[in-house]
């Protein structure tokens, strides 16, 4: 704890959760990181309404997909970063083979 990126058990960190009813009935769920009440009862309403045929696809074509992206996008930017620092210890000459 601390946020100096130390190791932490999952039981240690915050979650919020929303729960979602629309007029029809339908219901949404979100469990999200931290302590933000608003993005849990967006993401629960989202839930709810990828449920309905009427909604499923245009929400997957202007949100899910687009976030779907940026998150990759951000996953390989990060395995970039980090390979780019990587050593790989079986190149290295070591005294003995000189």
């Known amino acids: 704890m601390g946020g100096i ?4 058990f999952a039981g240690d960190a915050t ?3 929303a729960a979602v ?3 029809d009935g339908t219901l949404g ?3 999200i990181l931290g ?5 849990a009862e967006r993401c629960a309403a989202i839930d709810a309404l990828l449920q309905s045929p009427r909604h499923f696809h245009t929400l997957m074509e ?6 779907e992206a940026l998150r990759s996008a951000r996953i390989e930017a990060r395995r ?5 620092s990587r050593v790989d210890f079986f190149t290295l000459v070591r005294g003995d083979n000189v």
Not at 5 to 8: E, Q, S
Not at 62 to 67: E, K, N, S
């Open 5 to 8: 990126g130390d190791r932490f």
């Open 21 to 23: 009813r629309l007029t």
């Open 29 to 31: 769920y979100s469990w």
């Open 15 to 17: 979650l919020t959760r």
């Open 35 to 39: 302590r933000d009440r608003p993005h």
């Open 80 to 84: 970039a970063e980090v390979n780019a």
């Open 62 to 67: 202007t949100l899910i997909t687009p976030l």
